[in-house]
């Protein structure tokens, strides 16, 4: 067990070693890095239910599975990106056992078909159960996806389940790297899931959270988010093990940060105190500051708050090198995948390893008009750029209740 | 500034039980032998077992440090939610953390000095109770078909209309978080752990580490749990786990007993206030005892009624919290158990303590806070925590309520009268049919 302030020296290094996706360009890494690379959107039109209530037009849908009878949509997909995952880094009979951890983030689970059974037993007589019942009331428990995942890797490590809406995978991530750090595990399987469901969509349609059309980060014009749903997956270790076993090491995780706005219970601070706290820790504990930073993947869910909150957060923390025109250019992916909720943080985290691993920036697509007094910041709107020296990316998100964190990745061989 | 090996210390622990506010609340009401389980009130009490241990008054008064403004109203909480909040200030006011006026208005909250170096871990299961108004919103526009579920759209217009912002925004799985961090002044670390009831342990555990990691100075952590609503008790009726629903109330928490019928709803909170030893003792706090140990464990539970695979996870998780509080099993004077009152997992889990324990299992008592208020999933921890805390204070430990006839596989002693003892150093164990497993060591300063 290892004790003391987390300084860049007394730290184990944590790679990533593995990748392992599912989003509304389809599965696998190969199809999200497609989409995002040739700056396209892989919002479409939904299909799980009728969209017309809702005013919506595209929404961010997985068409990579079918909705099936019994089997539960998140856990579908978390599946799939288990499948990818295992097989891209490699792990099997070697990394089962203790010092093996699973750590997921996630907002809702299996939340409608439980509702559907709820239904049911809230009629008098309460019916006997079936084994649907059983199977559904089973899964739809929040830590059934990091259990039974757990179960399938063999892991008898450190298993956390994390809530924490928008900033869950991403937080799950940290909480993994914390693991390895403090001696808890040499390994975690960690990321975040969620599936499209009604309920959710309801709720931001009624907060008035939605947009009219496309998703528009940072964008004079944007009125909202789009909402999606994905799995996405990482595996995490010890940069000497990984180095070791002979495992591709995609990136290095540098600097983590977990802040609270304390503000309101819902609304982020509008001056982006909590954003701004999670990324100076993130950047104290990797020895870093902002001129280090060669990209910012932004959490930019297109909303007036979000986005308004975040510009400000970043305004200040890049002050000095905004005002000698040398702000770090920033986009958001969340206008070609859409929302993910509980899989946000990992997957923004994961294109930004693909980005430096291509040496390319890309695009923040649908993004016209940058926000009053940003006009100099380099949103990248239209398509995919090759830059030069693409080595440490901050990837950054927020949720409601003001909770931030920030991610500092680092290309590997760097 | 930290030192890289600061202890860190327990300064408050607050509850919300079924026998009111406060841990000391509960711990009376334990040594006096009583059960807070009783009849519920319909439409639940047609649902299996029809009683349980529920909080029934949830008063704003008993929330301390919350600022009154609209929003954070009681009503505006999920039960999860509230419980949280109660406990928490109660905790905050226990570990005699500072609560002044805030400028122009009335409330009593902790002061922003210090709130970058603080942060909050909370567990809960879910948070909702009965899923609110989704419930409601699913009641009009899903319907059951053989073979699965189906939404009617035709009907989802007038479904959305019921539903409202407020109540969508309520449900999210942090506001017990979010909650915290405005009560508590916290602007450090948090994180929301859910699903399963070594939940509050694991809080707790990662609390500590992120102390002892120099990411804060002082930690809220713990748990809230509710089993006594529709949605938990339907869960657990299609798997036959609920308690015999002719049993009396009373008499249905019957942890390491043979006449044990099953799991009995229950709902708490427990908090505890964490800080590094030399933060604690530069403001003079009252130091409970020191955190010492944590420990967690994964073993994937069997398929057959979603058992614990065997005690091994639990061993381990306490093993290794004891480790690391540097302690042999023989220093252990006081255990708190999870005590199910489901035969079988009750089996496991003294097995699982029979070898922790050694040959000292007869000597050191096993307390079970589910025999006086059901269970509380992820609030069993913090909760049993807390009255450990009372009993180490008090040299006294509570009866084992309902346990007359101890299943072979506990070993440990079985008294219905308080103990009078001096008390070390406590394990808090939690076993899970979910396979995890955690633990920590509580030492006497």
């Known amino acids: ?414 | 500034m930290s030192t890289s090996r600061d202890r860190v210390v327990i300064t408050g622990c607050g509850v919300l039980s079924p026998f009111g506010l406060g841990a000391q609340t509960l711990y009376e009401g334990m040594l006096a032998g009583e059960s807070k389980v009783e009849k519920l009130p319909e439409p639940r009490a047609s649902l299996r077992p029809g009683y349980g241990g529920e909080i029934t008054e949830r008063p704003a008064k008993v929330i301390r440090g919350l600022p009154a403004s609209r929003e954070m109203r009681p009503g505006t909480m999920t039960r999860y939610t509230f419980l949280s909040t109660a406990a928490l200030g109660d905790a905050m006011v226990n570990a005699e953390v500072p609560l002044g006026p805030e400028e122009g208005r009335k409330d009593q909250v902790a002061p922003w000095e210090g709130s970058k170096r603080r942060g909050a871990y909370i567990a809960s299961y879910t948070n909702s109770d009965k899923f609110d108004k989704y419930v409601r919103f699913a009641h009009h526009v899903i319907s059951r078909k053989p073979g699965g579920v189906a939404i009617d759209d035709s009907k989802v217009p007038a479904a959305i209309k019921k539903f409202t912002a407020f109540e969508f925004l309520k449900l999210m799985n942090n506001m017990p978080t979010a909650h915290a961090g405005i009560q508590g002044r916290c602007r450090g670390p948090v994180n929301t752990f859910l699903g399963t009831p070594a939940g509050g342990v694991q809080a707790i555990g990662r609390a500590f580490e992120a102390i002892r990691d120099d990411l804060a100075d002082v930690m809220y952590a713990g748990g809230v749990g509710s089993s006594v609503h529709d949605q938990m008790m339907m869960m657990r009726a299609t798997r036959h786990l609920n308690s015999d629903p002719d049993a009396e109330p009373a008499k249905a928490g019957r942890p390491f007993d043979k006449d044990a019928t099953g799991i009995v709803p229950g709902e708490g909170g427990g908090m505890l206030v964490l800080e590094r030893a030399s933060t604690a003792a530069e403001r003079g706090a009252p130091v409970l005892a020191e955190l010492a140990g944590y420990g967690d464990w994964f073993k994937a539970p069997t398929s057959n009624r979603g058992l614990p695979a065997g005690p091994e996870g639990m061993i381990r998780a306490a093993r290794k919290a004891m480790k690391m509080a540097g302690i042999e099993a023989s220093e252990i004077d006081l255990v708190t158990a999870l005590g199910e009152s489901d035969v079988e997992v009750d089996a496991i889990e003294a097995a699982g303590l029979a070898e922790l324990l050694g040959p000292r299992v007869g000597e050191v008592p096993v307390l079970c806070v589910t025999a006086h208020v059901g269970a509380v999933e992820a609030a069993i921890g913090p909760m049993a925590a807390s009255v450990a805390l009372m009993a180490m204070k008090h040299g006294k430990v509570p009866g084992d309520l309902n346990r007359e006839n101890p299943i072979p596989e506990y070993k440990g002693p079985t008294s219905p009268e308080p103990r009078t003892m001096a008390i070390r150093n406590t394990l808090i164990c939690v076993m899970t049919r979910e396979g995890v497993n955690a633990a920590l060591v509580l030492k006497a300063v």
């Open chain 1, 1 to 414: 067990m290892v004790s003391g302030p987390r300084t860049a020296e007394s730290q184990v290094p944590v790679v990533v070693t593995g990748l392992g996706l599912v989003t509304s360009a389809g599965a696998g890494v190969d199809s999200a890095w497609k989409v995002l690379s040739e700056g396209t959107s892989a919002l479409s039109e939904l299909t799980l239910f009728d969209p017309g209530p809702y005013g919506l037009e595209i929404a961010g849908e997985s068409h990579s599975i079918e909705r099936v009878p019994g089997q539960d949509r998140a856990l579908q997909l978390l599946d799939l990106a288990a499948d990818e995952v295992l097989g891209a880094a490699g792990w099997g009979d070697t990394q089962r056992g203790p010092e093996t951890g699973v750590v997921l983030g996630t907002c809702q689970g299996a939340i409608e078909s439980a509702s559907a059974i709820h239904r049911s037993y809230a009629s008098r007589p309460v019916p006997e159960p079936t084994d649907a019942d059983r199977k559904a009331f089973a899964e739809y428990r929040p830590g059934f996806g990091t259990t039974r995942l757990a179960k399938r890797v063999g892991a008898e490590g450190p298993t956390s389940t994390v809530g924490m809406v928008c900033v869950s995978s991403s937080v799950a991530l940290m909480h993994a790297v914390d693991l390895i750090r403090c001696g808890e595990a040499r390994r975690v399987l960690a990321g975040g899931f969620e599936a499209f469901t009604q309920f959710v969509l309801t709720g931001f349609h009624c907060i008035g959270a939605l947009a009219s059309g496309p998703l528009r980060p940072f964008d004079q014009n944007r009125d909202g988010t789009v909402l999606a749903e994905g799995a996405v997956l990482m595996t995490l270790e010890r940069e000497d093990d990984a180095i070791a076993r002979g495992a591709t090491i995609l990136a290095r995780v540098i600097g983590c940060g977990v802040a609270a706005d304390a503000f309101h219970m819902t609304a982020p601070d509008p001056k982006g105190g909590g954003l701004e706290r999670a990324v100076r820790q993130a950047f104290a504990e990797a020895g870093i500051g902002p001129a280090d930073v060669d990209y910012i993947s932004a959490h930019g869910t297109g909303t007036a708050f979000n986005d308004g909150m975040e510009s400000v957060a970043f305004a200040r923390i890049f002050k000095e090198l905004a005002d000698a025109g040398q702000m770090p250019p920033l986009t958001g992916v969340k206008s070609v995948f859409g929302h993910t909720l509980g899989a946000a943080g990992a997957l923004d985290a994961a294109m930004a390893i693909l980005a430096m691993r291509h040496g390319v920036l890309t695009p923040t697509v649908s993004h016209v008009a940058p926000l009053e007094g940003l006009e100099d910041w380099d949103f990248n709107p239209h398509q995919t750029r090759p830059v030069e020296g693409m080595d440490i990316v901050l990837s950054t998100n927020s949720a409601f209740g003001g909770n931030n964190s920030a991610l500092l990745l680092q290309r590997a061989g760097v």
